[in-house]
C-alpha cells in the first residue's frame, strides 16, 4: 500500500467529508419529501371526507294517497310517520312524504295518483282499495304499497298474497273470523239478539266478501241478516228508517268508504233510534258510536313503512308477501251505552282494549 504524505492526506479528507455532506443532504431530502407526500395524503383523505359530508344525501319521495279527509286520518298518518322514525328516517333529511287527499271525492283520486307519478315519488303508499286502484292505473313501474285492503287478490291488485308480482304488495285486513266476532260481542251485549241490519256499499271493493263472511257467521248464530245499500251519503238515514221498521234489534257497519266520512251522522242516528252498533274502526266509537271490534288499522300502518323501507333498499315489491292483519281491539264507549238504556255485561269489558 503507497505512504501518502501529508498534503494528499488533506486532499482525501476533505474529498471524504464532501461525500458524506452529500449522502446527508441527499437523505434529509428523501425524509422531508416523505412527509410532504404523507401530508399530501392526510388533506386529500380528510378533503374529500369532507366534501362527501357536505354533499345532500338522496331525499326519498313518498306519495300517500288517502280517499277521505286529514281529519279522518290523522292517527293513521302518524302511525305511518312513526314507523318511519324508527327505521331512522327523518322528514326533511332523508325522506319527504307528499299526502294527497280525496276528500270523500273518490273521483278526484285518478287524479291525485298522476299528480303523484308527475312527482316522481319513490314509493306510492294507498289507503283502501279505491286508491289502489287508481294508483295501480297511473303506474305500471313506481311501487306502490297497500296499507289496507280487504280482499288484494279478489280486486286483481296481487297474483297471491305469497307472491304479488307486478308492483303493488302490501297489507291486508282479510281475517274471516271478524266478522263472527263481531256478532259474537252483539251477542253478548243483546242476548235476545234474532235481526242484525248491515250497512255496506255493494260498489265497494271488498263488500262481497265481507257480506258472504258476514252471512257465514250469522248463520252460525241463528241471526237474521237484513242488508241496506249505501250508495249514496243521503242513503244514510233511509237505511236507518228501514232497519226500524224492520224491527232490526243491532246494527253492524261494514268496511265502506262512503260511510267513514260520515261517522257523527251515523252515531246520531243510531242514538235517535236506540239502536246497538257495531263497526269496523274504532273512529266511529270516538265519535260517539257504541263499539267496534276491527283489525288496528294503526298497527297496518306501522307495519306499511316496513314495506317502504325494503323497497328504498332494493326490494322489488313482487317480491314481497302480503301480510295479513296480528293485531285486532276491541273499543267500547260506556257514554254511549247508557244513553241507550245498555249494559255492557263484565265479561265484554274485561275484554275491551279500550273504554271510553
Known amino acids: 500500500m503507497p505512504i501518502l504524505d501529508s498534503g494528499e492526506k488533506q486532499i482525501l479528507e476533505r474529498i471524504g467529508m464532501r461525500s458524506s455532506s452529500s449522502r446527508s443532504h441527499n437523505l434529509k431530502s428523501k425524509i422531508q419529501n416523505l412527509k410532504l407526500a404523507g401530508f399530501l395524503a392526510v388533506f386529500l383523505v380528510v378533503g374529500v371526507g369532507l366534501a362527501q359530508a357536505q354533499q345532500p344525501k338522496k331525499l326519498s319521495r313518498i306519495g300517500i294517497l288517502f280517499g277521505s279527509t286529514p281529519s279522518a286520518n290523522s292517527r293513521r298518518i302518524e302511525a305511518f310517520r312513526q314507523g318511519m322514525r324508527e327505521l331512522g328516517y327523518v322528514e326533511g333529511k332523508n325522506i319527504v312524504i307528499e299526502s294527497r287527499y280525496a276528500e270523500g271525492k273518490f273521483d278526484r283520486l285518478p287524479d291525485l295518483a298522476a299528480e303523484l307519478v308527475r312527482l316522481k315519488v319513490d314509493v306510492i303508499v294507498t289507503c283502501g282499495p279505491v286508491a289502489t286502484r287508481s294508483a295501480k292505473e297511473a303506474t305500471a313501474t313506481i311501487p306502490i304499497v297497500m296499507a289496507f285492503d280487504s280482499d288484494p287478490v279478489g280486486n286483481g291488485f296481487v297474483a297471491s298474497l305469497a307472491r304479488p308480482g307486478g308492483n303493488i304488495t302490501g297489507l291486508s285486513t282479510l281475517a274471516p273470523e271478524l266478522s263472527g266476532k263481531q256478532l259474537e260481542f252483539l251477542k253478548e251485549i243483546v242476548p235476545k239478539l234474532s235481526r242484525v241490519a248491515v250497512l255496506g256499499t255493494s260498489t265497494w271493493p271488498g263488500n262481497a266478501q265481507l257480506v258472504k263472511e258476514t252471512e257465514l257467521a250469522a248463520g252460525?248464530?241463528?241471526?237474521?241478516?237484513?242488508?241496506?245499500?249505501?250508495?249514496?251519503?243521503?242513503?244514510?238515514?233511509?237505511?236507518?228508517?228501514?232497519?226500524?221498521?224492520?224491527?232490526?234489534?243491532?246494527?253492524?257497519?261494514?268496511?265502506?268508504?262512503?260511510?267513514?266520512?260520515?261517522?257523527?251522522?251515523?252515531?246520531?242516528?243510531?242514538?235517535?233510534?236506540?239502536?246497538?252498533?257495531?263497526?269496523?274502526?274504532?273512529?266511529?266509537?270516538?265519535?260517539?258510536?257504541?263499539?267496534?271490534?276491527?283489525?288496528?288499522?294503526?298497527?297496518?300502518?306501522?307495519?306499511?313503512?316496513?314495506?317502504?323501507?325494503?323497497?328504498?333498499?332494493?326490494?322489488?315489491?313482487?317480491?314481497?308477501?302480503?301480510?295479513?292483519?296480528?293485531?285486532?281491539?276491541?273499543?267500547?264507549?260506556?257514554?254511549?251505552?247508557?244513553?241507550?238504556?245498555?249494559?255492557?255485561?263484565?265479561?265484554?269489558?274485561?275484554?275491551a282494549d279500550k273504554i271510553i
Do not use: C, W
Request: hydrophobic residues 40%.
Open 220 to 351: 252460525a248464530f241463528g241471526v237474521k241478516l237484513q242488508y241496506l245499500d249505501i250508495l249514496d251519503p243521503k242513503d244514510i238515514e233511509t237505511a236507518f228508517r228501514a232497519a226500524t221498521k224492520a224491527r232490526a234489534d243491532a246494527l253492524l257497519v261494514l268496511v265502506s268508504g262512503v260511510l267513514a266520512d260520515h261517522r257523527t251522522q251515523i252515531a246520531n242516528l243510531a242514538l235517535k233510534s236506540r239502536l246497538p252498533v257495531t263497526y269496523y274502526r274504532r273512529e266511529y266509537v270516538e265519535d260517539g258510536g257504541l263499539m267496534s271490534y276491527s283489525v288496528s288499522y294503526t298497527d297496518l300502518d306501522r307495519r306499511a313503512a316496513t314495506y317502504v323501507d325494503k323497497i328504498l333498499k332494493g326490494a322489488k315489491p313482487g317480491d314481497l308477501p302480503v301480510e295479513q292483519p296480528t293485531k285486532f281491539e276491541l273499543v267500547i264507549n260506556l257514554k254511549t251505552a247508557k244513553q241507550i238504556g245498555l249494559t255492557i255485561p263484565q265479561s265484554v269489558l274485561y275484554r
